[in-house]
């Protein structure tokens, strides 16, 4: 049997008081989640992986959480963040987690936080800070 990786985490979405701004952030999140691939491919990213609250479930800042168990995808890494950052620019987001749990590499924790504090979707200027810690596994 080859490896397992698990894989889960969130978004936290931008928080605000104001209800119309909230709602309106949200739905583009929404609709962002929705145009994620579905179905039997092997997408690196897809959408049933991926959740959030409805409007009764939320105070003021969205969470969307999402986790999946991926053959080995360590070895795939890159092209992993490459997706899920390319969601990210699509979304209202002021931090991400990502916790990655690997059978020989033990666990690792990605961090992404935007340099002004919000991300808007499509906006030019995607500067983020990822940070990643490692706990120790089967070879380390």
């Keep these: 049997?080859?490896?397992?990786?698990i894989l889960y985490g969130s978004i936290r979405g931008w928080p605000s008081s104001d209800p119309d701004e909230c709602g309106q952030r949200r739905a583009v999140n929404r609709r962002a989640l929705?145009?994620?691939?579905?179905?039997?491919?092997?997408p690196f990213i897809g959408r049933e992986m991926f959740s959030c609250c409805?409007?009764?479930?939320?105070?003021q800042?969205?969470?969307?959480?999402?986790?999946a168990s991926y053959r080995a995808i360590?070895?795939?890494?890159?092209l992993w963040v490459?997706?899920?950052?390319?969601l990210l620019h699509e979304l209202y987001w002021t931090s991400a987690v990502v916790h990655l749990e690997t059978e020989l590499n033990g666990t690792h924790t990605f961090r992404w936080e935007t340099e002004s504090g919000s991300h808007s979707p499509h906006q030019r200027d995607l500067r983020i800070r990822c940070a990643w810690e490692r706990d120790g596994g089967v070879l380390g």
């Design 54 to 59: 409805a409007e009764e479930g939320l105070y």
């Design 82 to 86: 490459r997706h899920f950052e390319a």
């Design 1 to 5: 049997m080859e490896p397992e990786s």
């Design 74 to 78: 360590e070895y795939e890494w890159a």
């Design 34 to 42: 929705d145009r994620l691939p579905q179905g039997d491919g092997w």
């Design 61 to 67: 800042t969205q969470v969307i959480h999402f986790g």
